[in-house]
């Protein structure tokens, strides 16, 4: 499982509408920093549990791509800060 910084954002961004590293490493340093380090692991865990759910064989292909979407969906949000609580750091 992914530990440092650099391991938790080594990720493929190009799918990202909205990905600025710059703001994802702000808020590695700033108040909320281990929030942020928790939601990229949730992520993590979101892509793995995305990539299992390509490989099922019990449910039709439009039922396990919009899953699929929903599963990267949210761990894209959660990448791109989207759930850090606002206001002054």
């Known amino acids: 499982m992914p530990q440092t910084d650099d391991q938790l954002l080594a990720f493929d961004t190009g799918d990202l509408e909205d990905w600025d590293e710059d703001r994802a490493r702000a808020a590695l340093g700033g108040r909320h920093g281990a929030l942020y380090r928790n939601h990229l692991l949730i992520a993590w865990h979101l892509d793995s549990w995305a990539e299992a759910e390509s490989r099922r064989t019990d449910v039709d292909a439009q039922y396990k ?15 791109q800060t989207y759930y850090l609580p606002r206001g002054p750091d």
């Open 65 to 79: 791509a919009g899953y699929r979407q929903a599963l990267q969906d949210m761990a894209a949000f959660l990448r």
